[in-house]
């Protein structure tokens, strides 16, 4: 059964600090692997997207890794705001699903304090 | 530049009332259209996906349908609604032959 884990669940960090979130996923066989920030209250907006052969990719502050053989993904942000207090999402696809369905991880919350 | 529309953004209803949310997309053509919700904390659980007009598949039996009447309109609908029905719906789409979802803003509903 095609999984995604998320951890830690919460964090709570100071403004200005560094922190990485983690996603370990069982989806086979992979076909790409997103990062989504969801705001409260709001729809999830896109970060980052990596296939296969890709092992990182970035985006602004936020910076997604990847590493196909141990199934496992990163997400660091850097010198945090407090905008970025959100739900960040993983998202891992199959190369064999139907349509674009997708595996969703349960996300972590952030929370960013000045 | 293609966007996504969901209303209304937010809906209390009584038991046993029936539902209609609207997601319509603009600025893309044939797009996949899908139907997730959300309970408060907890990841996105898909409910119903679209590739085309008329096409709807059922991702987990429920007190819910979807249609889609035109291309770029999917819609979520109850006959009676329960209070487990609670929680945030969000739409979203896919380009055909990408990989990337692009979500609407979400609807909260609330079921008294």
């Known amino acids: 059964k095609n999984q995604v884990e998320q951890s830690p669940q919460s964090l709570i960090i100071l403004e200005g600090k560094n922190c990485t979130l983690q996603?370990?996923?069982?989806?086979?066989?992979?076909?790409?692997l997103r990062w989504y920030k969801q705001d409260t209250g709001r729809g999830p907006v896109s970060l980052t997207i990596?296939?296969?052969?890709?092992n990182t990719k970035s985006n602004g502050r936020y910076t997604a890794t990847l590493d196909a053989d141990t199934k496992q993904s990163s997400l660091h942000i850097t010198a945090s705001q407090l905008s970025d207090s959100a739900s960040y999402i993983c998202?891992?696809?199959?190369?064999?699903?139907?349509?674009?369905?997708?595996?969703f991880g349960d996300g972590t919350t952030l929370t960013v304090k000045p | 530049s293609q966007t996504i529309h969901q209303w209304p953004a937010t809906l209390v209803q009584p038991v046993g009332s029936p539902l209609s949310l609207e997601c319509t997309v603009e600025?893309?053509?044939?797009?996949?259209l899908y139907w997730y919700r959300q309970a408060a904390g907890r990841g996105l659980q898909l409910l119903f996906y679209?590739?085309?007009?008329?096409?709807i598949s059922s991702e987990v039996p429920q007190n819910l349908s979807a249609s889609r009447p035109q291309d770029r309109q999917f819609i979520l609908s109850s006959k009676k609604l329960l209070l487990s029905d609670s929680g945030f719906y969000l739409c979203?789409?896919?380009?055909?032959?990408?990989?990337?979802?692009?979500f609407g803003p979400g609807t909260r509903l609330t079921v008294l």
């Open positions: 990596m296939t296969f052969s890709e």
């Open positions: 679209s590739v085309g007009i008329g096409q």
């Open positions: 600025g893309t053509s044939n797009p996949n």
């Open positions: 979203a789409w896919r380009g055909r032959g990408h990989n990337e979802q692009f």
């Open positions: 998202v891992v696809s199959a190369s064999n699903t139907n349509a674009g369905k997708s595996t």
């Open positions: 996603c370990n996923y069982t989806v086979s066989p992979f076909s790409n």
